[in-house]
């Protein structure tokens, strides 16, 4: 595609409940990372994948999240049993590989959970 | 662990004005190092990135340049316009194989 797409925009929640979040990177892209945006703050990193093995997961705030890729192309971002406090914007970003280190990002997911 | 410092966290100059902005990082093995800015409400958009064997990139009014033995890169934005109005950030250094660390950001207002 011609960026990276991240689907839903927004999406609201009850707590508890599971939400999934989903990331196209560009076309051809073998890295892609995500990061969580609280308001207000600095991008806080959850997780990278180089093709479909993710070697840092270290952000990842708790077993309540995972991620997974497929196919080296789409990654979705799974969130179990909602807190309110993982309200925030979802970012996604891709990047090329080893020869072009260069990052494009999604316009991210505003999570709310009520 | 990499720690990436942005300085200051807020600059507010009148229009017209060259600023620099600043960012600090702890890990002496240095590989890229990328300038974003981001609109209220908005993605991130890449500025200049700067690969290992380069101490600077340009496009335009920017300039960002890398000193490894410092641990420094700065922004330098010439004839500010109220249009540079964004935050600011600085990501990595980081290669292919890591993950990427950003800095806290640098809320910048020009004014008309």
């Known amino acids: 595609g011609a960026g990276v797409s991240q689907s839903p925009s927004n999406k609201v929640t009850e707590k508890g409940k599971d939400v999934e979040l989903r990331c196209d990177p560009i076309?051809?892209?073998?890295?892609l990372y995500w990061y969580r945006q609280s308001l207000g703050q600095g991008l806080e990193f959850l997780i990278y994948?180089?093709?479909?093995?993710?070697?840092?997961k270290s952000g990842l705030p708790s077993d309540r999240f995972s991620a997974e890729r497929t196919g080296g192309s789409v990654s979705t971002l799974t969130i179990q049993r909602t807190q309110q406090e993982d309200s925030a914007v979802y970012l996604c970003?891709?990047?090329?590989?080893?020869?072009?280190?260069?990052?494009?990002f999604g316009s991210g997911t505003q999570l709310s959970v009520l | 662990k990499q720690e990436v410092t942005q300085i200051p966290a807020a600059l507010s100059v009148p229009e017209g004005e060259n600023l620099v902005l600043n960012c600090s990082f702890t890990?002496?093995?240095?590989?890229?190092l990328q300038w974003f800015r981001q609109d209220p409400g908005k993605g991130l958009t890449s500025l200049l990135l700067?690969?290992?064997?380069?101490r600077e990139q340009t496009s335009g009014r920017l300039n960002a340049s890398l000193d490894k033995s410092s641990g420094r890169s700065t922004l330098y934005i010439a004839a500010s316009q109220p249009g540079d109005s964004a935050t600011y950030l600085c990501?990595?250094?980081?290669?292919?194989?890591?993950?990427?660390?950003f800095g806290s950001g640098t809320r910048l207002s020009i004014r008309p």
């Open positions: 970003a891709s990047s090329p590989g080893q020869t072009d280190e260069k990052l494009f």
């Open positions: 076309s051809g892209h073998t890295a």
């Open positions: 994948f180089q093709g479909n093995s993710a070697p840092d």
């Open positions: 890990d002496s093995a240095i590989y890229n």
């Open positions: 700067i690969q290992s064997s380069q």
């Open positions: 990501a990595g250094p980081y290669s292919s194989a890591s993950k990427i660390i």
